[in-house]
């Protein structure tokens, strides 16, 4: 990244919290010169202070990316101040959940280059995945700039379309907090059998954290790794037997779970 356009042109952080600051971590760690970044912060934290970093200052009149992580609410007053930045070659990245690119269209002009994204909160530790979509007036290269930067804390998908936003976010926007629930109750049925409560969370945890691990690592499809561990009337395929259940197992209640998950990002996205 050290001889990119970005790092040319300036890159311009509107935000700097848990996913602003996971991000700049990892830019700066593939080689993005800390000159090159501009970041706007009303309260930086020691570690960006620490950064060489540009915080608060002057900005550049035509940055190669504009990258937006403020929270949603913090928008109406943050926006404003990049307008001048908008209908040129600069990009705007959103990572603002809930913000349509039609909103940023009202704020910077239809023929300024957007992508929206949506992240989760694993890119605090480089093990997010994040899903982008682009607007008409975003350049194949600006999107292929939106995915590096994004990179940096996870994987990257491409959607089609705007729309498919919603379900991403019922998917792999909520879904850390589906998983992090998963550990509770699995933990709170070991105690149920007679565990500590201690041991019953470090059995819980490792094994979730295992078994991710090992889907992604695996040539297998997940099917596939749930059909070799389960041997034939053990005590696996007992456990899925209820688990698995059309009418009362996961599968019925995850299907609500996304889609309600998903319809109330599409509210939001229409107040």
């Known amino acids: 990244m050290e001889n990119s356009r970005i790092a040319q042109q300036g890159l311009v952080l509107l935000g700097c919290g848990k996913m602003g600051s996971a991000m700049l971590a990892g830019w700066l760690d593939q080689g993005l010169p800390a000159t090159s970044v501009h970041v706007l912060d009303p309260y930086p934290s020691d570690w960006l202070k620490g950064t060489g970093v540009a915080i608060n200052a002057d900005l550049p009149d035509a940055p190669a990316i504009v990258l937006v992580a403020v929270k949603p609410q913090m928008m109406g007053d943050a926006l404003p101040r990049l307008?001048?930045?908008?209908?040129?070659?600069?990009?705007?990245?959103?990572?603002?959940?809930?913000?349509?690119?039609?909103?940023?269209?009202?704020?910077?002009?239809?023929?300024?280059?957007?992508?929206?994204?949506?992240?989760?909160?694993?890119?605090?530790?480089?093990?997010?995945?994040?899903?982008?979509?682009?607007?008409?007036?975003?350049?194949?290269?600006?999107?292929?700039?939106?995915?590096?930067?994004?990179?940096?804390?996870?994987?990257?998908?491409?959607?089609?379309?705007e729309g498919q936003i919603d379900a991403v976010t019922g998917v792999s926007g909520s879904g850390p907090a589906y998983v992090f629930h998963m550990i509770e109750t699995l933990?709170?049925?070991?105690?149920?059998?007679?565990?500590?409560?201690?041991?019953?969370?470090?059995?819980?945890?490792?094994?979730?954290?295992?078994?991710?691990?090992?889907?992604?690592?695996?040539?297998?499809?997940?099917?596939?790794?749930?059909?070799?561990?389960?041997?034939?009337?053990?005590?696996?395929?007992?456990?899925?037997?209820?688990?698995?259940?059309?009418?009362?197992?996961?599968?019925?209640?995850?299907?609500?779970?996304?889609?309600?998950a998903a319809d109330r990002s599409r509210e939001l996205a229409n107040d």
């Not at 349509?100 to 023929?111: C, K, N, P, R, W």
């Not at 007679?194 to 499809?221: C, H, I, R, Y």
């Open 187 to 260: 933990a709170a049925a070991a105690v149920a059998q007679g565990l500590p409560a201690e041991m019953a969370m470090q059995l819980a945890k490792a094994t979730v954290a295992g078994a991710g691990a090992l889907a992604q690592a695996a040539d297998e499809t997940p099917s596939q790794l749930r059909v070799n561990v389960t041997s034939p009337n053990g005590t696996t395929q007992a456990g899925l037997e209820v688990l698995m259940d059309d009418a009362n197992g996961l599968p019925p209640l995850m299907v609500k779970t996304v889609a309600a």
């Open 83 to 161: 307008q001048q930045m908008g209908g040129g070659s600069t990009v705007f990245v959103s990572v603002a959940a809930g913000t349509t690119i039609a909103h940023f269209e009202d704020v910077l002009g239809a023929s300024t280059p957007i992508v929206r994204c949506m992240p989760n909160t694993p890119a605090a530790i480089g093990k997010g995945i994040t899903a982008v979509i682009g607007n008409d007036a975003v350049t194949a290269r600006g999107v292929d700039e939106a995915v590096q930067l994004l990179q940096a804390v996870g994987q990257v998908v491409r959607l089609e379309n």
